[in-house]
């Protein structure tokens, strides 16, 4: 191993070992989220009493199992809750060591840096959710592909196949048991094989082969069947306790169907169309500029980016038009297509064009799948009326890779020291017959020299604000409602002195018998977690009955005034102000130098507020 090698592989082995501590340090000091919580309450009922029945709601059965399983290691609590996420979360990293040869060695470093500093990776990996689990699962998947696509290259057949079969197979059937949106992934997955099928022209004497049992088309055929048995085989063990029940199946893929377009047709969490592409630029702005113009570098498409670029813009006019048209002219609003087809649809369409080309055009499909993996994964959640912050990470893994596979390659070729190297490359490619003046040389290595030290400067200005960003979320504004990729269901860090008052006021009456009474209902996916060992609390408790418990929670809003009523009555007790989540409707207005840099709003966020009034014993 040569002195630059030993360089790489120990900034590799340093990275991961950071992105450990990153996710591992001070896991439990955040609140539990909305979400977290009961999630977290479901776990703990079957760890504790053997209780599970799926819900879509709170998507598949895999977490909650092997969670359950980590409490009995190391008990229930915040951090063991955590614990998996952000093990998983670091642990990816990894995965890039087999995709080495396909993104480069300084590639494999610069993706190993934006997953271990992403703020949206870190955050989630700090969160206990199913989402990073399903990017692990993902990159997971992806990396059976390669190595099964090169042990397919080869003459002679593999059995080592079956077993990146095998673990593909059970990384897809976990995903599909974690969260809902592994269908989607399924759906993104199927059409790719099909415009594969298209590329290499498999369909022509399809037929022909099979009748004369053609070794190759078997072999693919029962190692396609191979697959579908794992998968099925998995998903049921885990849905239905069962070997294969399809009955069971069938149920739990017609319930998460058809609540989840329930979801989308209601439009319960709905957003605009650029809520994904927003959260991207804000956070991971290098990942974004670098992954687009990685798309571009490896499908082939810098040859004509003049062109593409041309017609891209050129749609773009024209739908901003068809847009701008009703405005003006109302009457003819109902007959344009803007009128009727979705905006994500509409702006994304001629991206998803883009890769449904590249995987038919491409030399290099490896970058293909990459592209259309990301083009697909932002369409479809952009167009789904599901918006939640974490659901940006689909897009956003494919793009880490093809961004840092760009970048790895655009530094090698910043090489000072490689000033042949630069004369060629552009003597080739400008077809400049003054290049081949050596008298010019001298000249046009200072110009190489001067861009490759602007684009260095540039990528590391890049960089540190992307860092600055993600040590900014996590680390210091981890409950602030004016960070994006904090949900509203986030509760502010006080509601922890709130959670500490509770359990210091028990500790002075029966401990985890003490008695309290709650009167607002909507606290309650928070108690159910964090009073998870408490056996006598009252659940929604009218304000008008009789409030003498040493511990009353009660519902602040500025119409009733409930806490205000309750202390009239009271004797002895004090006062804890705090509330279960807050929040801030964004306007165009707040996207200002001090919102970008520091998150300031020119308003305090909006909150759901609670009362304790306690009554100390001493």
């Known amino acids: 191993m040569n002195k630059k090698n030993f360089a790489l592989y120990l900034g590799f082995i340093l990275i991961i070992a950071l992105a450990f501590f990153l996710r591992l340090y001070r896991l439990d000091e955040r609140v539990f989220h909305h979400d977290e919580a009961a999630v977290g309450y479901f776990t703990y009922k079957l760890f504790n009493d053997g209780i599970y029945s799926y819900d879509p709601s709170f998507h598949g059965p895999f977490m909650y199992y092997v969670t359950a399983w980590i409490f009995r290691l190391f008990g229930d609590s915040d951090y063991s809750a955590r614990l998996l996420p952000a093990l998983l979360g ?83 059937a976990i995903m599909a048991a974690l969260k809902e949106n592994a269908y989607i992934a399924m759906a993104i997955i199927a059409f790719f094989l099909l415009l594969v099928f298209i590329r290499e022209r498999a369909y022509k004497d399809l037929a022909g082969k099979f009748r004369r049992l053609d070794k190759k088309v078997l072999f693919i055929t029962g190692e396609g069947l191979f697959f579908i048995l794992v998968f099925l085989v998995v998903f049921s063990l885990f849905y239905t306790g069962k070997l294969l029940d399809f009955h069971g199946m069938y149920a739990a893929f017609e319930k998460a169907i058809s609540h989840w377009y329930e979801m989308h047709r209601i439009q319960r969490i709905g957003g605009p169309y650029f809520f994904y592409l927003s959260i991207i630029a804000l956070y991971e702005l290098p990942i974004l500029i670098f992954g687009v113009l990685g798309m571009a570098y490896h499908c082939g498409c810098e040859t004509k980016k003049e062109t593409l670029l041309t017609i891209l813009l050129s749609y773009w006019v024209a739908a901003d038009i068809l847009y701008l048209i009703p405005g003006y002219y109302p009457a003819l609003g109902r007959f344009l297509p803007t009128s009727y087809i979705p905006s994500s649809i509409v702006v994304f369409f001629p991206l998803l064009i883009l890769g449904f080309i590249a995987v038919l055009k491409s030399r290099n499909l490896f970058f293909a799948f990459l592209t259309y993996w990301a083009m697909t994964n932002l369409i479809a959640y952009s167009y789904i009326q599901e918006k939640v912050p974490w659901l940006v990470m689909n897009p956003l893994l494919p793009l880490v890779i093809i961004a840092a596979a760009y970048m790895g ?109 709650l009167t607002d209902g909507e606290i309650e996916t928070q108690f159910l977690w964090y009073m998870r060992h408490f056996n006598n609390i009252k659940w929604r408790a009218s304000i008008d009955s009789e409030l003498t418990a040493p511990l009353i929670v009660v519902h602040d809003s500025d119409e009733k005034h409930e806490p205000d009523i309750v202390q009239q009555r009271l004797s002895g007790y004090q006062r804890l102000d705090s509330a279960k989540m807050s929040w801030h409707f964004f306007k165009p207005s707040d996207i200002t130098l001090d919102y970008l840099l520091y998150r300031k709003m020119d308003r305090e966020p909006g909150e759901y507020r609670v009362v304790l009034f306690y009554k100390p014993r001493y």
């Open 90 to 172: 670091a642990a990816m990293i990894f995965l890039l060591v087999p995709l080495r040869r396909y993104i480069g060695d300084l590639g494999m470093i610069i993706a190993a840096f934006f997953l271990a500093f992403s703020p949206s990776f870190l955050y989630y990996s700090r969160f206990y959710r199913e989402d990073i689990f399903i990017a692990f699962f993902s990159m997971l998947m992806l990396v059976c592909a390669v190595k099964y696509a090169e042990k397919y290259a080869t003459e002679k057949y593999s059995i080592v196949r079956l077993f990146y079969l095998f673990l593909g197979a059970s990384a897809l």
């Open 409 to 517: 390659e655009l530094i090698s070729l910043i090489n000072l020291s490689k000033k042949d190297e630069y004369l060629r490359v552009y003597q080739t490619r400008l077809k400049f017959d003054s290049l081949m003046n050596p008298s010019k040389n001298d000249w046009y290595s200072w110009v190489h020299q001067t861009r490759g030290i602007a684009a260095i400067i540039f990528i590391v200005m890049l960089s540190a604000f992307f860092v600055y960003s993600s040590v900014n979320l996590n680390y210091y504004k981890y409950t602030n409602p004016a960070e994006p990729l904090i949900q509203a269901a986030q509760p502010p860090q006080k509601f922890s002195l709130f959670l500490a008052k509770i359990n210091e006021i028990s500790s002075q009456y029966q401990n985890r018998s003490t008695e309290i009474q």
